[in-house]
């Protein structure tokens, strides 16, 4: 792949940077930056992705015929780098991410045409309804049952971990419906049309880092059309294989993690060490952010092989568990180096400090506030979207032939 930029690519870039310089409002910035995770204000992050969708550009991987722009990848890289190098909120859609693309590879017509345009315009939010306790990495075992009766489905059983539940209007499920065959083959992927249905109920679970994220979500006799199933009843495992492709190598590790650098080589220029001078010139430091750079460019190398396959019509395959695991595990290794910089600043962690429009004042210099946050924040990254021990399992099995 030839990694320099032509001219039509300097041109696009140009436009995204002009787009960005217009509609990435200070408001969208601050909130971005008080956001440890994946979740950023959801009134925020809608009207993000309404700006994104009145230019045509709420998708970027979707092809036009879904209402995507029909970017090559180059394109998207250069979306994704200079919306992560401009502060952004990161969008982490699970309908653009996930549950789309997922419906246009095995959802009937009729289930593209009504939810594909609704995830665009950000009228519909998805949750994803797949782990279950003591079914997470094992998740063939799972047990929430959905009964056939008359022309609906009646489910039973509970979610966990459920990233946006609270905020969800839509969630995409997997459901045993028939509990006799193998596990895999028990299993059908199925649309919950309304979170605010009769016997739903959202029960929030707040991390170390302060914040509500994640739920567990516990359905009492909650009835679903049979329509919403995608695919064949008891097929929802292919389907459900089909969609973690996209969760593993969907979003842009790359330009995250440069950006995670950059904002660490600050916060190292800032502070100073034993003798007083910057600690960014202090020779072991300096070696730590040299070596977690050398780590980031080769997540981007990485990235740059992933979209030289898909240009090439080819499926990312193992790379998308290369990414998910070189990806989170820099993106920590970044965090930690951020929290040996600020010392002891790291200890008084104020949650409040960064609640949007709160006037708490943080404690110390302003660049403290958010390293303790994100580094609680992406302990969790090698745990979901299939564990970092779970991908090196498939990396021994596809790649290594063990
Ligand atoms: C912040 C957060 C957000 C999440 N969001 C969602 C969501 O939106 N929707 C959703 O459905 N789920 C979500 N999850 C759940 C996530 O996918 C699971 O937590 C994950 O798959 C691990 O499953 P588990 O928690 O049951 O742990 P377990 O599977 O019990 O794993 C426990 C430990 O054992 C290791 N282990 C397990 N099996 C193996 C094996 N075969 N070989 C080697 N080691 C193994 C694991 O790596 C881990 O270290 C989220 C989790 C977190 C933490």
């Not at 950023?40 to 209402?67: F, I, M, N, Q, T």
């Amino acid at each position: 792949m030839d990694l320099a930029m032509r001219a039509e690519d300097v041109a696009f870039r140009d436009e995204v940077r002009a787009f960005l310089d217009e509609n990435l409002t200070d408001d969208l910035k601050a909130h971005a930056r008080l956001t440890p995770g994946i979740l950023a204000d959801h009134d925020l992050r809608v009207e993000w992705l309404k700006r994104l969708h009145k230019r045509g550009w709420s998708a970027p991987s979707w092809p036009k015929e879904y209402g995507g722009p029909g970017w090559n990848v180059m394109q998207r890289f250069i979306f994704a780098s200079e919306c992560a190098a401009a502060g952004a909120p990161i969008s982490s859609n699970m309908g653009l991410s996930m549950v789309g693309p997922t419906l246009m590879g095995h959802g009937r017509k009729e289930q593209k045409d009504y939810y594909l345009p609704r995830i665009l315009s950000g009228e519909d939010w998805w949750c994803q309804g797949y782990s279950e306790p003591g079914s997470g990495s094992d998740l063939a075992s799972l047990q929430t049952r959905a009964v056939a009766d008359g022309d609906d489905y009646v489910i039973n059983g509970t979610k966990l971990w459920t990233t946006g539940a609270h905020i969800a209007n839509k969630m995409f499920c997997l459901v045993r419906t028939d509990p006799k065959a193998k596990p895999q083959e028990g299993i059908s992927f199925i649309l919950i049309d309304d979170m605010s249905a009769p016997g739903i109920k959202v029960e929030p679970i707040i991390t170390l880092a302060g914040d509500h994220e994640v739920n567990q979500v516990f359905f009492d006799d909650v009835r679903v059309p049979k329509k919403n199933l995608v695919g064949a009843e008891n097929n929802g495992w292919t389907v459900a294989k089909y969609l973690l492709e996209f969760e593993r190598g969907g979003s842009a590790h790359g330009a995250n993690l440069r950006n995670g650098l950059n904002r660490l080589r600050r916060i190292a220029s800032d502070e100073r060490s034993s003798d007083g001078a910057r600690l960014i010139d202090d020779p072991a430091f300096r070696r730590k952010i040299d070596e977690t750079d050398v780590e980031v460019t080769a997540v981007e190398f990485t990235e740059h092989r992933i979209m030289s396959a898909l240009s090439n019509g080819q499926n990312p395959g193992a790379a998308s568990s290369i990414i998910k695991t070189r990806g989170t595990e820099t993106n920590q290794k970044i965090t930690e180096l951020a929290i040996e910089a600020i010392a002891y600043y790291a200890g008084p962690h104020v949650v409040e400090a960064r609640i949007w429009g709160s006037n708490v004042a943080p404690v110390g210099p302003e660049h403290a506030l958010m390293p303790m946050a994100k580094y609680l924040n992406t302990r969790a990254s090698s745990i979901y979207g299939g564990s970092n021990e779970v991908q090196r399992n498939i990396m021994a099995k596809a790649v290594l032939g063990l």
